[in-house]
Structure formats: C-alpha cells, structure tokens
C-alpha cells in the first residue's frame, strides 16, 4: 500500500477537503503537479508508482520529479497534521506545550512578567487535563528561573514540583498496566480463555499500586476498561463483561465527585454500558441509560459542542438500534434519517456507513424492500473502499443483508451469487472461532435460496434448528447474527419475519 495513500485514508471529507486547500495555501495556480497527485491518492483507483508515474510525467517519465513530488506532498501531511493536532483542542497537552515553548522563549528574552503569566495558564491547564508529566517540565522550567521579581518563592514551586511527582510516577504506573493488560486479554484470546475480568483487573491493579488512582480518577479506569472493552467487542463476549462494567460504573459514580472534566469519561463509561445492555437483549435497560446519557449531555454546557461531536451519532445509533428491537421501527428510521439529513457535518464516514446500513435492515424489518434496496444504492463507493474503512467483518454484513434483500425481490440468482461470493472471498475469515456458526448457517441460506421447497422438509428443519440452537444458547451470541437466524425461521414457520425476530430476540 503506497504510504501516502494510507495516511490519506486515514482523514475525513471534511480534513481531505481541508488539506487540498493547505496545500494551496501559498500560491493558487492552475496544474500543480502536487494537488494532481493528492487527487490520484483520493480517487478509488489503486494506482501503483509506476501508474503514477506515467499520470503525472507522461511523457518524461521523470523518477526524480516523481519522488521529489511525493516528499513535496509528504511534507504538506507533516505540517497539516502538527498545525491540526496544535489547534485541536481535543488533543491533550498540545496546546499546553505551545505555551511552555512561548514562554521558554520569553524567559530566554528576559520578559519574565509575561512568562509567568504564560507559565501559570499552562500549569492550569494541565493540572485541569491531569498532564502531571507536563507539569513536571513546567515545574521544572519554573524552579530555573526564579531569580526574578515575578516569580513565586522557590520552596513553594519545589513542594508543588515534589507533590506532583507522586502523580507522574501512578500516571507512568498507568500506562504500564494499560500495556499489560493488553497484553493478557491477547494472551487469552490465542489461547482461547474465558475472560475473567474482574480478577485480570484486580491482579494488576494491587501489583502496580494503583486501587487508589483507579478510585480518584476516572480517566485511569476508562483507559483500563476501554482496553478491556476491545477484547470484549474482537470475542463478543459481552454476558461477562456486562456485569464488571456495571460494577465499575457504579463505582464511578459513588467514589467520584463528578467534576465537569470528567464528565467526558462518566459519557463514555455510560455508552459502554448502554452498549453492553443491548449487546445482552436488555433494550429497556439500554434505553435507560441512554436516558441518563442524553440528560448529561445537554446539561454540560462548557463542553456541549465538543461531546456533541465526540457523542451525538454513537448516541444516537445505538438508541434507533435498541428501538428497532422494541417494536418501535418507524421511531428507529426517523432517528437515523434525521441524523443524516441535520447532522451530516459532525459525522465521520464510519458514522455514515453504519447509519445507512442500519437504514436498510429496519426498512427490510417492515417488508419495504424496494425502500431498503435504495437506501443500499445510496452507499456510493466500492466494496474493497468500504472493507479498508470498516473491515472485512462489516462488508460481509452488509452482503448479507444484501443477498436476503436481492431473494425477497425475486432475484434469486443475484442473492445466490452474493452468498458464494461471501464463502470464497471471506473463507479465511468463516473458519476463525468467532464465526464457527457462519460457514454452516451460510450453506443453509444457499440451499434455502436454491431450493425454497425443501423449507418444511424434515432434514433441513433439524440443521438449521442445530445452528439456530447454538446462537439463542451460546454466551457470545451476536444480535446482528440472530437478525439473519430469524429470517430463515421466519420462512421455515412461514411468519412474519419482524415478528420472529422480536420472539427470538426477547426469549
């Protein structure tokens, strides 16, 4: 994959269309050889070097040119990307050290008034984001220059510097935990264990001296269970997670005195857990807590606009997705519809996709296939731009849905079709652990759509029973799995599908 190309994917519209207008920051001119080669990078179109090369220099071919062209827009990413982490906000202790370097630079010109003025914004700012390393330079650039009027007594700033040292060294004890952590639950997931949560956490916690951190500040529990959480979400085994995360919420909550820096951790933590609920068929539950979510979320008026951004379409996705499954479908597309007719601008691609492959199934939940096959038409782009974004677990959802769509439209041979092409192109993906029950439940759709007569024969009704079994009992069962289960017992039981899946759903 060429390098530029896989930065470049990395942005959003919004970023692309704001790093074309970087580049050209300095001279607007017509045929810039680097603005053509940051469009050939956007286009679907894989080009390899020597495509490139005969695009932008078809007739010198000129190598040189050529690569000293991509240092050219190479450098444009670098200073992008400084300039765009240095203005945003959201990105922890940049903007704190701009100012220690401001004021490096005015102690080094003797305006020391200033630099303290400067010095002490930067000790606010950091202690408010708990930058205790930054802080440590801070002190540490304060305790050097105190041979001035403006400055604070010395023995004052070495007890703040010492005091602070004790918050250094748990936050590196942190990051240390955090790494181990990984490291267990990747270590369990080769080796095919159960996910003791509770005693991982525990274990690490008291070997690294950090029960106490974990009480006092919520940002070292959230990159803990976050951390934990992307286990949970790579083996679906949301059943045991639930129960430690819910744990730890209430924890939070009663430990804590919710400050409004912390509140993005508490949104964070609730989303978790309102995300878990509905993973284990708890819509209500879910609902709730969404409730809760929702009331913190227009309450916090400092930091409204960020958490909107940060929050508002996970909010809302999940919401729709835990009213489709409560019987409140048309409730659940008018979310989602509203999400992107009104609040297109703060979504990422991700947020776009998943907003409009959700759009399909609940339009296929009340049998308006044509509706739902047009929203599918609406995705505009290729499947390998979808996979490279998503991932190859999305791609084959979204076939999916695709196939049983095509079958209910009486295309039996599109829906055929799509269905081994999901066998041969994922096989590798099929025979992982976590999709042991795909490949078989696969070859039953393929039967069902290549002989819809054989759907009340005896033989057929116990093998997909078996595999249907296997997904209502299994802890790791998948709610986007048991949609598809649902449509070919619907079939079999010759039942309004919705209302299959619902009975399957709330057992």
Known sequence: MDNLRSILDTFSEEEKKALHAFVQRQKIRKNRKDLQLLELLQEETIYNGKELLLKLYPKTKNKVAYHALRRRLMQHFIDFITLSRSTDQTIEGTDIMGILSLCHYLFEVNLE???WKYLKKAENQAQENEQYHLLNSIYNLALANTDNEFAPPFEYLLELRNQNKVFAEAEERA???NCILKNKLAEA????????????MTQILEEWNLTQ???????????LLSIARNAVVAKKDYYNFEFFLRANYDELISDTMISEKNQYYRLSLLYMLAHVLYRNKKFKESLNYLDEFK?????SSKNSKSYKTSFYSKFTLLTAAN??????????????????KKNKAILSTN???????NLVFYHFQKDNFKQAHKVLLDFGHSDAWVEKKMGKEWVVRKWLIEAVLQFELKNDDIARKIISKIKQKYASLLVQSNYQNSKPFLSLLEEYMRYPQRVTNADFLEKVEKVITFAETTQKEDLQEMAFYAWLKSKMQKRNYYETLLELAND
Do not use: C, M, W, Y
Not at 213 to 223: D, H, Q
Not at 295 to 299: A, D, F, Y
């Open 113 to 115: 008034n200033i630099a």
């Open 189 to 200: 997931k080769r080796e095919g264990k159960v996910l003791d949560f509770d005693t991982i």
């Open 175 to 177: 990051h240390i935990a």
């Open 295 to 299: 009331s913190i979320l227009e309450s």
């Open 351 to 357: 947020d776009i996709l998943n907003t409009h492959l």
């Open 323 to 340: 009213l489709a499954f409560t019987n409140e479908r048309e409730k659940a597309i008018q979310l989602l519809e509203n999400l992107l």
């Open 213 to 223: 951190a974990v009480s006092e500040r919520p940002r070292v529990r959230f990159n």
